[in-house]
DNA sequence: AGGCGCTTGTGAACACCGGCACAAAGTCGC
DNA sequence: GCGACTTTGTGCCGGTGTTCACAAGCGCCT
Protein backbone atom coordinates (compact mmCIF):
# COMPACT_ATOMS: atom_id res chain seq x y z
CA UNK A 1 0.00 0.00 0.00
CA UNK A 2 0.68 3.55 -0.84
CA UNK A 3 2.58 5.36 2.52
CA UNK A 4 0.48 8.28 3.04
CA UNK A 5 3.25 10.56 3.34
CA UNK A 6 1.24 13.88 3.32
CA UNK A 7 -1.23 13.94 5.69
CA UNK A 8 -3.59 16.00 2.74
CA UNK A 9 -5.62 18.11 5.11
CA UNK A 10 -9.24 18.19 3.51
CA UNK A 11 -11.05 21.24 5.02
CA UNK A 12 -14.38 21.29 4.89
CA UNK A 13 -16.21 24.15 2.40
CA UNK A 14 -18.25 25.59 5.69
CA UNK A 15 -14.37 26.22 7.17
CA UNK A 16 -12.86 27.62 3.86
CA UNK A 17 -16.18 30.02 3.47
CA UNK A 18 -15.45 31.13 7.17
CA UNK A 19 -11.45 31.76 6.93
CA UNK A 20 -11.83 35.04 4.97
CA UNK A 21 -14.28 36.55 7.85
CA UNK A 22 -11.33 35.09 10.91
CA UNK A 23 -8.82 37.04 8.44
CA UNK A 24 -10.59 40.11 8.43
CA UNK A 25 -11.15 40.09 11.95
CA UNK A 26 -7.35 39.41 12.23
CA UNK A 27 -6.32 42.26 10.75
CA UNK A 28 -8.33 44.75 12.24
CA UNK A 29 -6.82 43.40 16.01
CA UNK A 30 -3.34 43.47 14.20
CA UNK A 31 -3.84 46.97 13.15
CA UNK A 32 -5.56 48.01 17.00
CA UNK A 33 -2.19 46.57 18.49
CA UNK A 34 -3.60 43.60 19.74
CA UNK A 35 -0.96 40.35 19.85
CA UNK A 36 -2.78 37.56 20.97
CA UNK A 37 -6.31 36.63 21.49
CA UNK A 38 -8.53 33.75 22.62
CA UNK A 39 -11.09 31.69 20.61
CA UNK A 40 -13.65 32.72 22.91
CA UNK A 41 -12.77 36.77 22.03
CA UNK A 42 -11.98 35.56 18.06
CA UNK A 43 -15.61 34.07 17.59
CA UNK A 44 -17.31 36.99 19.36
CA UNK A 45 -16.01 39.18 16.80
CA UNK A 46 -16.50 37.06 14.15
CA UNK A 47 -19.92 36.04 15.08
CA UNK A 48 -18.97 32.17 15.36
CA UNK A 49 -19.48 29.94 17.76
CA UNK A 50 -15.72 29.69 20.13
CA UNK A 51 -16.36 25.30 19.51
CA UNK A 52 -16.43 26.09 15.65
CA UNK A 53 -13.84 28.44 15.59
CA UNK A 54 -11.16 26.35 17.33
CA UNK A 55 -12.33 22.75 14.87
CA UNK A 56 -12.13 25.07 11.93
CA UNK A 57 -8.48 26.64 12.75
CA UNK A 58 -7.54 23.21 13.75
CA UNK A 59 -7.79 21.93 9.93
CA UNK A 60 -4.71 24.43 9.59
CA UNK A 61 -2.74 22.60 11.91
CA UNK A 62 -1.94 23.38 15.59
CA UNK A 63 -0.98 27.38 15.84
CA UNK A 64 -2.48 27.77 19.37
CA UNK A 65 -1.03 28.18 22.47
CA UNK A 66 -3.08 26.19 25.04
CA UNK A 67 -4.08 28.73 28.12
CA UNK A 68 -2.91 31.53 25.87
CA UNK A 69 -4.55 31.93 22.96
CA UNK A 70 -3.58 31.91 19.17
CA UNK A 71 -0.89 34.71 18.07
CA UNK A 72 -2.67 37.03 16.06
CA UNK A 73 0.09 37.45 13.75
CA UNK A 74 1.03 34.35 12.79
CA UNK A 75 -2.97 32.83 12.60
CA UNK A 76 -3.50 35.93 9.85
CA UNK A 77 -0.30 34.51 8.08
CA UNK A 78 -1.70 30.97 8.22
CA UNK A 79 -4.91 31.66 7.10
CA UNK A 80 -3.79 33.78 4.02
CA UNK A 81 -1.20 31.08 3.30
CA UNK A 82 -3.69 28.80 2.95
CA UNK A 83 -6.50 30.66 1.36
CA UNK A 84 -3.46 31.31 -1.43
CA UNK A 85 -2.94 34.94 -0.97
CA UNK A 86 0.67 34.34 -0.61
CA UNK A 87 0.70 34.71 -4.39
CA UNK A 88 -0.44 37.76 -6.39
CA UNK A 89 -4.15 37.34 -8.01
CA UNK A 90 -5.89 39.45 -10.30
CA UNK A 91 -9.50 40.65 -10.98
CA UNK A 92 -11.27 41.27 -14.46
CA UNK A 93 -14.34 42.93 -14.23
CA UNK A 94 -16.18 42.20 -16.92
CA UNK A 95 -19.57 44.80 -17.90
CA UNK A 96 -18.95 48.18 -17.25
CA UNK A 97 -22.62 49.39 -16.66
CA UNK A 98 -24.01 50.32 -13.20
CA UNK A 99 -22.81 47.58 -11.06
CA UNK A 100 -19.37 47.37 -13.04
CA UNK A 101 -18.21 50.77 -12.30
CA UNK A 102 -19.28 50.89 -8.89
CA UNK A 103 -17.00 47.72 -8.68
CA UNK A 104 -13.85 49.58 -10.41
CA UNK A 105 -14.33 52.26 -8.20
CA UNK A 106 -14.40 49.94 -4.58
CA UNK A 107 -10.92 49.78 -2.63
CA UNK A 108 -12.15 46.73 -0.80
CA UNK A 109 -10.06 44.26 -3.62
CA UNK A 110 -6.55 46.07 -3.63
CA UNK A 111 -6.93 45.93 0.57
CA UNK A 112 -8.01 42.44 0.68
CA UNK A 113 -5.16 41.51 -1.87
CA UNK A 114 -6.89 41.83 -5.20
CA UNK A 115 -5.10 43.61 -8.18
CA UNK A 116 -8.01 44.73 -10.08
CA UNK A 117 -5.88 44.43 -13.55
CA UNK A 118 -8.67 44.48 -16.63
CA UNK A 119 -12.02 46.59 -16.83
CA UNK A 120 -13.81 44.82 -20.14
CA UNK A 121 -16.98 45.68 -22.10
CA UNK A 122 -17.64 45.09 -25.71
CA UNK A 123 -19.77 48.68 -25.71
CA UNK A 124 -17.32 50.53 -28.86
CA UNK A 125 -18.90 53.67 -27.15
CA UNK A 126 -17.23 52.56 -23.43
CA UNK A 127 -13.70 50.35 -24.84
CA UNK A 128 -11.13 52.73 -24.41
CA UNK A 129 -12.43 54.91 -22.03
CA UNK A 130 -10.58 55.74 -18.96
CA UNK A 131 -13.08 54.14 -15.85
CA UNK A 132 -11.47 54.63 -12.23
CA UNK A 133 -7.95 55.51 -14.33
CA UNK A 134 -7.82 52.27 -15.52
CA UNK A 135 -8.44 51.86 -19.41
CA UNK A 136 -11.56 49.64 -20.19
CA UNK A 137 -10.68 46.89 -23.11
CA UNK A 138 -12.58 44.55 -25.20
CA UNK A 139 -13.54 40.99 -24.44
CA UNK A 140 -11.01 39.77 -27.40
CA UNK A 141 -8.23 41.86 -25.54
CA UNK A 142 -9.01 39.56 -22.04
CA UNK A 143 -8.88 36.33 -24.14
CA UNK A 144 -5.57 36.85 -25.24
CA UNK A 145 -3.95 37.05 -21.54
CA UNK A 146 -2.55 34.86 -19.25
CA UNK A 147 -5.39 33.23 -17.08
CA UNK A 148 -3.03 31.92 -14.24
CA UNK A 149 -4.01 33.56 -11.03
CA UNK A 150 -7.00 35.63 -12.98
CA UNK A 151 -10.33 35.89 -11.13
CA UNK A 152 -13.11 37.27 -13.74
CA UNK A 153 -16.02 39.12 -12.35
CA UNK A 154 -19.07 38.78 -14.17
CA UNK A 155 -21.34 41.80 -14.29
CA UNK A 156 -23.11 42.13 -17.84
CA UNK A 157 -26.76 41.63 -18.15
CA UNK A 158 -27.83 38.10 -17.47
CA UNK A 159 -28.37 37.17 -21.43
CA UNK A 160 -24.59 37.26 -22.29
CA UNK A 161 -23.33 36.28 -18.93
CA UNK A 162 -23.37 32.73 -20.47
CA UNK A 163 -20.98 33.94 -23.68
CA UNK A 164 -18.60 36.01 -21.21
CA UNK A 165 -18.03 32.66 -19.14
CA UNK A 166 -17.53 30.21 -22.18
CA UNK A 167 -15.04 33.05 -23.38
CA UNK A 168 -13.04 33.37 -20.84
CA UNK A 169 -13.36 29.18 -20.00
CA UNK A 170 -11.93 29.04 -23.44
CA UNK A 171 -8.96 31.21 -22.78
CA UNK A 172 -7.91 29.00 -19.07
CA UNK A 173 -9.80 31.17 -16.46
CA UNK A 174 -10.82 28.68 -13.60
CA UNK A 175 -12.51 31.38 -11.25
CA UNK A 176 -15.75 33.55 -12.09
CA UNK A 177 -17.62 35.48 -9.61
CA UNK A 178 -21.00 35.48 -11.11
CA UNK A 179 -23.02 38.66 -10.34
CA UNK A 180 -25.85 38.19 -13.14
CA UNK A 181 -29.08 36.70 -12.00
CA UNK A 182 -28.96 33.24 -14.55
CA UNK A 183 -27.26 29.76 -14.11
CA UNK A 184 -23.83 29.39 -15.65
CA UNK A 185 -23.04 26.18 -17.26
CA UNK A 186 -19.12 24.86 -16.54
CA UNK A 187 -16.99 22.50 -17.60
CA UNK A 188 -15.75 20.68 -14.26
CA UNK A 189 -12.79 21.80 -12.93
CA UNK A 190 -14.19 25.42 -13.24
CA UNK A 191 -15.72 27.31 -10.18
CA UNK A 192 -18.37 29.34 -10.36
CA UNK A 193 -19.29 31.33 -6.91
CA UNK A 194 -22.90 33.58 -7.54
CA UNK A 195 -24.08 36.78 -5.88
CA UNK A 196 -27.47 37.08 -5.93
CA UNK A 197 -29.23 40.62 -4.61
CA UNK A 198 -33.06 39.31 -5.41
CA UNK A 199 -31.92 35.26 -4.23
CA UNK A 200 -30.88 37.17 -0.95
CA UNK A 201 -34.16 39.52 -0.44
CA UNK A 202 -36.55 36.75 -1.26
CA UNK A 203 -35.09 34.45 1.41
CA UNK A 204 -35.51 37.65 4.08
CA UNK A 205 -38.29 37.86 3.05
CA UNK A 206 -39.57 34.22 3.74
CA UNK A 207 -37.98 34.18 7.31
CA UNK A 208 -40.24 37.89 7.86
CA UNK A 209 -43.11 35.71 6.76
CA UNK A 210 -42.36 33.06 9.01
CA UNK A 211 -41.66 34.97 12.06
CA UNK A 212 -44.61 37.02 11.63
CA UNK A 213 -46.51 33.36 11.15
CA UNK A 214 -44.75 32.07 14.01
CA UNK A 215 -46.15 35.48 16.30
CA UNK A 216 -49.72 34.74 14.85
CA UNK A 217 -49.17 30.79 16.16
CA UNK A 218 -48.96 32.12 19.80
CA UNK A 219 -51.35 35.15 19.57
CA UNK A 220 -53.64 34.87 17.52
CA UNK B 1 -40.21 25.69 31.45
CA UNK B 2 -38.77 26.53 28.38
CA UNK B 3 -39.67 24.00 25.64
CA UNK B 4 -38.64 23.55 22.07
CA UNK B 5 -35.97 26.06 21.82
CA UNK B 6 -35.36 24.72 18.73
CA UNK B 7 -38.17 26.16 16.30
CA UNK B 8 -39.56 23.33 14.15
CA UNK B 9 -38.31 24.56 10.63
CA UNK B 10 -41.19 23.13 7.87
CA UNK B 11 -38.93 23.76 5.14
CA UNK B 12 -34.75 23.22 5.54
CA UNK B 13 -32.61 26.26 4.87
CA UNK B 14 -30.88 24.81 1.86
CA UNK B 15 -34.42 24.30 0.35
CA UNK B 16 -35.26 27.89 1.37
CA UNK B 17 -32.02 29.14 -0.51
CA UNK B 18 -33.08 27.44 -4.04
CA UNK B 19 -36.30 28.74 -4.12
CA UNK B 20 -35.30 31.78 -5.45
CA UNK B 21 -33.73 30.05 -8.43
CA UNK B 22 -36.56 27.63 -8.73
CA UNK B 23 -39.06 30.83 -9.38
CA UNK B 24 -36.59 32.79 -11.69
CA UNK B 25 -36.41 29.91 -13.79
CA UNK B 26 -39.90 29.10 -13.80
CA UNK B 27 -41.14 32.98 -14.67
CA UNK B 28 -38.58 32.72 -17.62
CA UNK B 29 -40.53 29.66 -18.58
CA UNK B 30 -44.02 31.08 -18.09
CA UNK B 31 -42.57 34.32 -20.20
CA UNK B 32 -41.34 31.62 -23.13
CA UNK B 33 -45.19 29.97 -23.45
CA UNK B 34 -44.07 26.65 -21.07
CA UNK B 35 -47.00 25.73 -18.90
CA UNK B 36 -45.96 22.14 -18.04
CA UNK B 37 -42.24 21.03 -16.73
CA UNK B 38 -40.65 17.97 -15.54
CA UNK B 39 -38.18 17.79 -12.64
CA UNK B 40 -35.64 16.53 -14.83
CA UNK B 41 -36.09 19.95 -17.10
CA UNK B 42 -36.48 22.16 -13.96
CA UNK B 43 -33.61 20.75 -12.13
CA UNK B 44 -31.42 21.02 -15.47
CA UNK B 45 -32.59 25.07 -16.10
CA UNK B 46 -31.92 25.85 -12.18
CA UNK B 47 -28.65 23.81 -12.08
CA UNK B 48 -29.45 21.12 -9.22
CA UNK B 49 -30.33 17.46 -9.36
CA UNK B 50 -33.75 16.66 -10.34
CA UNK B 51 -33.71 14.47 -7.30
CA UNK B 52 -33.14 17.28 -4.81
CA UNK B 53 -35.33 19.71 -7.08
CA UNK B 54 -38.34 17.15 -6.27
CA UNK B 55 -37.31 16.54 -2.33
CA UNK B 56 -37.46 20.58 -2.35
CA UNK B 57 -40.97 20.74 -3.96
CA UNK B 58 -42.33 18.47 -1.59
CA UNK B 59 -41.74 20.10 1.64
CA UNK B 60 -44.08 23.00 -0.41
CA UNK B 61 -47.11 19.99 -0.85
CA UNK B 62 -47.86 17.97 -3.94
CA UNK B 63 -48.12 20.04 -6.14
CA UNK B 64 -47.08 18.06 -9.13
CA UNK B 65 -48.93 15.82 -11.21
CA UNK B 66 -46.91 11.76 -11.75
CA UNK B 67 -46.42 11.21 -15.01
CA UNK B 68 -47.05 14.75 -16.71
CA UNK B 69 -44.32 17.21 -14.44
CA UNK B 70 -45.24 20.89 -12.52
CA UNK B 71 -47.62 23.13 -13.96
CA UNK B 72 -45.08 26.28 -14.37
CA UNK B 73 -47.64 28.91 -13.38
CA UNK B 74 -49.04 27.10 -10.65
CA UNK B 75 -45.53 26.38 -8.99
CA UNK B 76 -44.65 30.07 -9.08
CA UNK B 77 -47.26 30.99 -7.28
CA UNK B 78 -46.49 28.62 -4.32
CA UNK B 79 -43.29 29.40 -4.46
CA UNK B 80 -43.76 33.48 -4.16
CA UNK B 81 -46.49 32.81 -1.69
CA UNK B 82 -43.90 30.31 0.37
CA UNK B 83 -41.43 33.37 0.34
CA UNK B 84 -43.62 35.70 1.33
CA UNK B 85 -43.82 37.45 -1.97
CA UNK B 86 -47.78 38.00 -2.09
CA UNK B 87 -47.46 40.71 0.41
CA UNK B 88 -45.91 44.00 -0.88
CA UNK B 89 -42.19 43.99 0.66
CA UNK B 90 -40.18 47.23 0.22
CA UNK B 91 -36.52 48.42 0.72
CA UNK B 92 -34.56 51.10 1.91
CA UNK B 93 -31.31 51.41 0.60
CA UNK B 94 -28.60 53.24 3.28
CA UNK B 95 -25.80 54.43 2.31
CA UNK B 96 -25.33 56.13 -1.23
CA UNK B 97 -21.81 56.04 -2.46
CA UNK B 98 -20.93 54.05 -5.24
CA UNK B 99 -22.47 50.80 -4.32
CA UNK B 100 -25.51 52.90 -3.03
CA UNK B 101 -25.92 54.10 -7.08
CA UNK B 102 -25.77 50.68 -8.32
CA UNK B 103 -28.09 49.68 -6.29
CA UNK B 104 -30.65 52.49 -6.37
CA UNK B 105 -30.43 52.28 -10.60
CA UNK B 106 -31.03 48.46 -10.49
CA UNK B 107 -34.27 47.10 -12.09
CA UNK B 108 -33.46 43.60 -10.59
CA UNK B 109 -35.27 44.96 -7.45
CA UNK B 110 -38.86 45.94 -9.09
CA UNK B 111 -38.79 42.83 -11.71
CA UNK B 112 -38.64 40.58 -8.49
CA UNK B 113 -41.20 42.37 -6.07
CA UNK B 114 -39.45 44.37 -4.51
CA UNK B 115 -39.93 48.40 -4.37
CA UNK B 116 -37.13 50.76 -3.65
CA UNK B 117 -39.22 53.01 -1.46
CA UNK B 118 -35.94 55.04 0.29
CA UNK B 119 -32.96 55.57 -0.62
CA UNK B 120 -30.85 56.79 2.69
CA UNK B 121 -27.55 58.94 3.52
CA UNK B 122 -26.46 60.74 6.47
CA UNK B 123 -24.13 63.50 3.67
CA UNK B 124 -25.80 66.74 4.02
CA UNK B 125 -24.59 66.84 0.47
CA UNK B 126 -26.53 63.91 -0.74
CA UNK B 127 -29.62 64.21 1.32
CA UNK B 128 -32.33 66.05 -1.24
CA UNK B 129 -30.99 65.39 -3.83
CA UNK B 130 -32.36 62.77 -6.88
CA UNK B 131 -31.06 59.39 -7.31
CA UNK B 132 -32.74 57.50 -10.33
CA UNK B 133 -35.38 59.39 -9.99
CA UNK B 134 -36.32 59.21 -6.24
CA UNK B 135 -34.96 61.73 -3.45
CA UNK B 136 -32.18 60.93 -0.94
CA UNK B 137 -33.65 61.44 2.96
CA UNK B 138 -31.61 61.06 6.47
CA UNK B 139 -31.58 58.43 8.56
CA UNK B 140 -33.43 60.11 11.13
CA UNK B 141 -36.59 60.16 8.28
CA UNK B 142 -36.62 56.52 7.33
CA UNK B 143 -36.79 55.53 10.85
CA UNK B 144 -39.58 57.45 11.44
CA UNK B 145 -40.83 54.72 8.89
CA UNK B 146 -43.32 51.74 9.29
CA UNK B 147 -41.53 48.99 9.68
CA UNK B 148 -43.49 46.18 8.51
CA UNK B 149 -42.50 44.44 5.41
CA UNK B 150 -39.32 46.91 5.35
CA UNK B 151 -36.20 45.31 4.31
CA UNK B 152 -33.01 47.69 5.07
CA UNK B 153 -29.63 47.38 2.46
CA UNK B 154 -26.83 48.52 4.27
CA UNK B 155 -24.36 50.26 1.74
CA UNK B 156 -21.84 52.59 4.06
CA UNK B 157 -18.76 51.98 4.87
CA UNK B 158 -18.58 49.10 7.65
CA UNK B 159 -16.88 51.64 9.96
CA UNK B 160 -20.61 53.10 10.47
CA UNK B 161 -22.49 49.69 8.93
CA UNK B 162 -23.57 48.41 12.62
CA UNK B 163 -24.56 52.24 14.12
CA UNK B 164 -27.45 52.34 10.85
CA UNK B 165 -28.20 48.31 12.01
CA UNK B 166 -29.12 49.50 15.55
CA UNK B 167 -30.90 52.22 14.17
CA UNK B 168 -33.24 50.37 11.85
CA UNK B 169 -33.52 47.34 14.41
CA UNK B 170 -34.53 49.95 17.02
CA UNK B 171 -37.53 51.47 14.79
CA UNK B 172 -38.98 47.95 14.18
CA UNK B 173 -36.64 46.45 11.46
CA UNK B 174 -36.59 42.49 11.78
CA UNK B 175 -34.20 42.10 7.53
CA UNK B 176 -30.87 43.59 6.89
CA UNK B 177 -29.13 42.37 3.82
CA UNK B 178 -25.13 44.12 4.63
CA UNK B 179 -22.72 44.96 2.27
CA UNK B 180 -20.26 46.22 4.22
CA UNK B 181 -17.24 43.85 5.13
CA UNK B 182 -18.08 43.58 8.86
CA UNK B 183 -20.21 41.63 11.43
CA UNK B 184 -23.39 43.35 12.58
CA UNK B 185 -24.40 42.39 15.90
CA UNK B 186 -28.29 42.39 15.97
CA UNK B 187 -31.08 40.62 18.42
CA UNK B 188 -32.65 37.64 18.19
CA UNK B 189 -35.21 37.89 15.87
CA UNK B 190 -33.55 40.06 13.74
CA UNK B 191 -32.34 38.10 10.67
CA UNK B 192 -28.84 39.50 9.12
CA UNK B 193 -27.46 38.20 5.58
CA UNK B 194 -24.25 39.38 3.94
CA UNK B 195 -22.95 39.77 0.62
CA UNK B 196 -18.72 40.26 0.98
CA UNK B 197 -16.92 40.67 -1.98
CA UNK B 198 -13.83 39.87 -0.98
CA UNK B 199 -14.95 36.92 1.02
CA UNK B 200 -15.83 35.23 -1.92
CA UNK B 201 -12.91 36.05 -4.00
CA UNK B 202 -10.45 34.27 -1.19
CA UNK B 203 -12.71 31.52 -1.48
CA UNK B 204 -11.95 31.46 -5.13
CA UNK B 205 -8.54 31.74 -4.80
CA UNK B 206 -8.48 28.79 -2.07
CA UNK B 207 -10.24 26.67 -4.72
CA UNK B 208 -7.87 27.51 -7.61
CA UNK B 209 -4.76 26.77 -5.64
CA UNK B 210 -5.91 23.66 -4.64
CA UNK B 211 -6.47 22.74 -7.92
CA UNK B 212 -2.85 23.56 -8.75
CA UNK B 213 -2.02 21.17 -6.31
CA UNK B 214 -3.44 18.62 -7.05
CA UNK B 215 -2.17 19.25 -10.38
CA UNK B 216 1.37 19.40 -9.39
CA UNK B 217 0.89 15.93 -6.99
CA UNK B 218 0.14 13.80 -10.30
CA UNK B 219 2.58 15.74 -12.27
CA UNK B 220 5.51 17.01 -10.74
C1' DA C 1 9.59 22.23 41.52
C1' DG C 2 5.05 21.49 41.57
C1' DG C 3 0.33 22.60 41.69
C1' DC C 4 -3.31 25.51 39.70
C1' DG C 5 -6.03 27.87 36.45
C1' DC C 6 -6.76 28.79 31.82
C1' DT C 7 -7.35 27.59 26.89
C1' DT C 8 -6.74 24.58 23.10
C1' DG C 9 -7.70 20.61 20.33
C1' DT C 10 -10.69 16.74 19.59
C1' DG C 11 -13.67 12.40 20.41
C1' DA C 12 -18.31 11.51 20.15
C1' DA C 13 -23.08 12.40 19.52
C1' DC C 14 -26.27 14.60 16.89
C1' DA C 15 -28.59 17.19 13.09
C1' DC C 16 -28.67 18.14 8.41
C1' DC C 17 -28.33 17.38 3.59
C1' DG C 18 -27.82 15.27 -1.05
C1' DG C 19 -28.23 11.33 -4.01
C1' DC C 20 -29.94 6.63 -5.30
C1' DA C 21 -33.45 3.81 -6.36
C1' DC C 22 -38.09 2.44 -6.49
C1' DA C 23 -43.03 2.02 -5.51
C1' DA C 24 -47.07 4.79 -6.15
C1' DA C 25 -49.85 7.30 -9.09
C1' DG C 26 -51.18 9.45 -12.84
C1' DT C 27 -51.62 9.84 -18.35
C1' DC C 28 -51.92 8.19 -23.00
C1' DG C 29 -52.92 5.03 -26.72
C1' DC C 30 -55.82 1.74 -28.30
C1' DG D 1 -61.56 -0.09 -20.00
C1' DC D 2 -56.96 -1.44 -19.54
C1' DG D 3 -52.14 -2.00 -19.94
C1' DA D 4 -47.86 0.27 -20.82
C1' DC D 5 -45.27 4.23 -20.02
C1' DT D 6 -43.87 8.32 -17.63
C1' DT D 7 -42.80 11.02 -13.72
C1' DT D 8 -43.47 12.15 -8.99
C1' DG D 9 -42.69 11.64 -4.03
C1' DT D 10 -39.98 9.38 -0.56
C1' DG D 11 -37.45 5.69 2.33
C1' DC D 12 -32.92 5.02 3.05
C1' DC D 13 -28.02 5.75 3.49
C1' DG D 14 -23.54 7.82 3.51
C1' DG D 15 -21.21 12.12 3.89
C1' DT D 16 -20.94 16.78 6.00
C1' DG D 17 -21.26 20.08 9.40
C1' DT D 18 -22.15 21.59 14.35
C1' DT D 19 -22.18 21.26 19.18
C1' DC D 20 -21.03 19.47 23.68
C1' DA D 21 -17.89 18.23 26.88
C1' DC D 22 -13.46 17.19 28.53
C1' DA D 23 -8.65 15.52 28.60
C1' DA D 24 -4.30 17.39 27.37
C1' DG D 25 -1.08 20.99 27.41
C1' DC D 26 0.89 25.43 28.67
C1' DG D 27 2.21 29.37 31.68
C1' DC D 28 2.17 31.52 36.05
C1' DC D 29 2.53 31.79 40.92
C1' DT D 30 4.00 30.20 45.15
N1 LIG E 1 -26.75 47.38 -10.67
C1 LIG E 1 -26.83 46.63 -9.58
O1 LIG E 1 -26.83 47.15 -8.46
C2 LIG E 1 -26.89 45.17 -9.67
C3 LIG E 1 -27.05 44.44 -8.51
C4 LIG E 1 -27.09 43.07 -8.57
C5 LIG E 1 -26.95 42.43 -9.77
N2 LIG E 1 -26.80 43.14 -10.88
C6 LIG E 1 -26.61 42.42 -12.13
O2 LIG E 1 -25.36 42.78 -12.64
C7 LIG E 1 -25.40 42.84 -14.03
C8 LIG E 1 -25.01 44.22 -14.48
O3 LIG E 1 -25.89 45.17 -13.93
P1 LIG E 1 -25.82 46.68 -14.39
O4 LIG E 1 -26.87 47.39 -13.64
O5 LIG E 1 -24.43 47.16 -14.28
O6 LIG E 1 -26.23 46.57 -15.94
P2 LIG E 1 -25.91 47.60 -17.11
O7 LIG E 1 -26.86 47.33 -18.19
O8 LIG E 1 -25.82 48.98 -16.54
O9 LIG E 1 -24.44 47.22 -17.59
C9 LIG E 1 -24.17 46.09 -18.34
C10 LIG E 1 -22.87 46.34 -19.08
O10 LIG E 1 -22.42 45.09 -19.64
C11 LIG E 1 -21.89 45.37 -20.93
N3 LIG E 1 -21.94 44.14 -21.72
C12 LIG E 1 -23.03 43.58 -22.28
N4 LIG E 1 -22.68 42.45 -22.93
C13 LIG E 1 -21.35 42.31 -22.78
C14 LIG E 1 -20.41 41.37 -23.25
N5 LIG E 1 -20.80 40.31 -23.95
N6 LIG E 1 -19.12 41.53 -22.93
C15 LIG E 1 -18.73 42.59 -22.21
N7 LIG E 1 -19.57 43.51 -21.72
C16 LIG E 1 -20.87 43.39 -22.03
C17 LIG E 1 -22.77 46.45 -21.49
O11 LIG E 1 -22.09 47.16 -22.49
C18 LIG E 1 -23.00 47.31 -20.24
O12 LIG E 1 -22.01 48.31 -20.12
C19 LIG E 1 -26.81 42.49 -14.43
O13 LIG E 1 -26.86 41.11 -14.73
C20 LIG E 1 -27.59 42.77 -13.18
O14 LIG E 1 -28.74 41.94 -13.12
C21 LIG E 1 -26.73 44.50 -10.86
N1 LIG F 1 -18.33 49.78 -4.30
C1 LIG F 1 -18.42 48.45 -4.42
O1 LIG F 1 -18.41 47.90 -5.50
C2 LIG F 1 -18.56 47.61 -3.20
C3 LIG F 1 -18.55 46.25 -3.36
C4 LIG F 1 -18.69 45.43 -2.25
C5 LIG F 1 -18.85 46.01 -1.02
N2 LIG F 1 -18.83 47.33 -0.88
C6 LIG F 1 -19.04 47.90 0.44
O2 LIG F 1 -20.22 48.66 0.39
C7 LIG F 1 -20.07 49.79 1.23
C8 LIG F 1 -20.26 51.04 0.41
O3 LIG F 1 -19.29 51.08 -0.62
P1 LIG F 1 -19.14 52.36 -1.51
O4 LIG F 1 -18.06 52.10 -2.48
O5 LIG F 1 -20.46 52.75 -2.05
O6 LIG F 1 -18.64 53.44 -0.44
P2 LIG F 1 -18.76 55.03 -0.52
O7 LIG F 1 -17.78 55.58 0.43
O8 LIG F 1 -18.70 55.46 -1.94
O9 LIG F 1 -20.23 55.37 -0.01
C9 LIG F 1 -20.61 55.29 1.33
C10 LIG F 1 -21.83 56.17 1.53
O10 LIG F 1 -22.40 55.90 2.80
C11 LIG F 1 -22.80 57.15 3.36
N3 LIG F 1 -22.86 57.00 4.81
C12 LIG F 1 -21.84 56.93 5.68
N4 LIG F 1 -22.29 56.79 6.93
C13 LIG F 1 -23.63 56.79 6.87
C14 LIG F 1 -24.67 56.68 7.84
N5 LIG F 1 -24.39 56.53 9.13
N6 LIG F 1 -25.95 56.71 7.42
C15 LIG F 1 -26.24 56.86 6.12
N7 LIG F 1 -25.30 56.96 5.14
C16 LIG F 1 -24.01 56.92 5.52
C17 LIG F 1 -21.77 58.12 2.92
O11 LIG F 1 -22.28 59.44 2.95
C18 LIG F 1 -21.50 57.65 1.50
O12 LIG F 1 -22.34 58.30 0.58
C19 LIG F 1 -18.70 49.71 1.84
O13 LIG F 1 -18.81 49.09 3.11
C20 LIG F 1 -17.96 48.81 0.91
O14 LIG F 1 -16.94 48.10 1.57
C21 LIG F 1 -18.72 48.15 -1.96
Redesign the interface.
Known sequence: MSTAPAPRREIPDAT??R???Y???LRTLLADGVDVVSSEELAE???VRSAGLRRDLSYLGSYGVRGVGYDVARLADEIAR????T?D?F?AIVGMG??G???A??S??AT?G?EVRWLVDNDPAIVGTQIAERCVVALEELTRQDPD?L?VVIATPPAQAQDVADAVVAMGV????NFA?????VPD?V?V?K?????????????????RD?LREVNP
Chains 1, 2 share one sequence.
Request: aromatic share 6%; proline share 3%; net charge neutral.
Open positions: VALPVLRVAAGELGLQRVNLHALAYGFRFGIRSILPCVLTGERVDLATELQILAFHEQRGD
